[in-house]
């Protein structure tokens, strides 16, 4: 199967990112408001209403886990949750990490005289140097009501910038420095991938323009060896019964929520 056919069919895709950003708005307006009251939570709300979310006319199989992750382990990729997108009819698929941040001042802070954002990235990067396939992006939560933007920033849900981007873009600042507003707002201002929303990149995602595939067993392979998210989604369509067996042999440290 050519690496440029979309995994899902485009209504399939188009549908999913519309539902993405829905969801995303959704709860950026109930973080302004204090009903989601941080960042994790932010993440738990954004799954589980992506899992119950009403599909206008396709039907996904979504199912979301957790697992407590050990701090070593969580600290050796630098990410939060995981989103896999299966294609049942050609065992395929794609994996999807993104990093949570929230935009508030000193949301990035000095580690062992380091940015631990900037560290993070550096994380990834040695990550994906094993595992080029995989798609990582980092994610900005914004407690301002949707409607109001700022700057570059997306206008009403998070603000949504590839790591290859934001990896370059950290590269070029001076070493070690703190990350600060600005920097998010440049490192948008500068993005050429056209990516500014969770839409935007499943949309990508699904079409094949970022990100290689997996087998479905190379899949399973990956996530029984340890792998570093507290939140794994996983969303399938076709006619097989890959999802059952996979949440089957989903490690048991991996709990359906």
């Not at 990093?99 to 994380?123: C, I, M, N, P, T």
């Not at 949504?160 to 998010?184: F, I, K, N």
């Not at 369509?237 to 996979?246: D, E, I, K, Y």
């Amino acid at each position: 199967m050519n690496r440029q056919t979309p995994l899902f069919p485009t209504h399939y895709h188009k549908s999913l990112q519309a539902a993405f950003d829905d969801v995303d708005m959704d709860c950026r307006r109930d973080f302004s408001r204090g009903y989601i009251v941080d960042e994790n939570d932010y993440t738990s709300n954004l799954m589980s209403r992506l899992r119950s979310y009403h599909y206008t006319r396709h039907q996904f199989r979504i199912s979301v886990h957790a697992q407590k992750v050990p701090a070593v382990l969580e600290r050796s990729w630098g990410v939060d949750a995981c989103i896999i997108f299966v294609n049942e009819s050609v065992h395929e698929g794609k994996i999807a990490l993104f990093e949570a941040k929230v935009e508030k001042a000193g949301w990035d802070y000095l580690q062992r005289q380091v940015s631990h954002f900037s560290s993070q990235l550096a994380r990834q990067a040695a990550q994906l140097a094993m595992q080029p396939t995989v798609i990582i992006w980092e994610q900005f939560y914004s407690q301002r009501p949707p409607g109001m933007s700022v700057a570059w920033r997306a206008p009403l849900g998070s603000t949504v910038v590839l790591h290859a981007e934001a990896h370059q873009y950290d590269q070029l600042r001076q070493s070690g420095r703190v990350w600060q507003t600005p920097d998010l707002d440049q490192l948008v201002n500068q993005s050429g991938t056209g990516v500014k929303t969770m839409g935007d990149m499943v949309g990508k995602i699904c079409d094949c323009s970022l990100g290689g595939r997996f087998s479905t067993d190379d899949m399973l392979k990956l996530l029984n060896a340890d792998f570093p998210v507290s939140r794994l989604m996983i969303i399938s369509v076709g006619a097989s019964q890959w999802s059952r067996s996979f949440r089957k042999f989903l490690p048991a440290k991996f709990s359906p929520v």
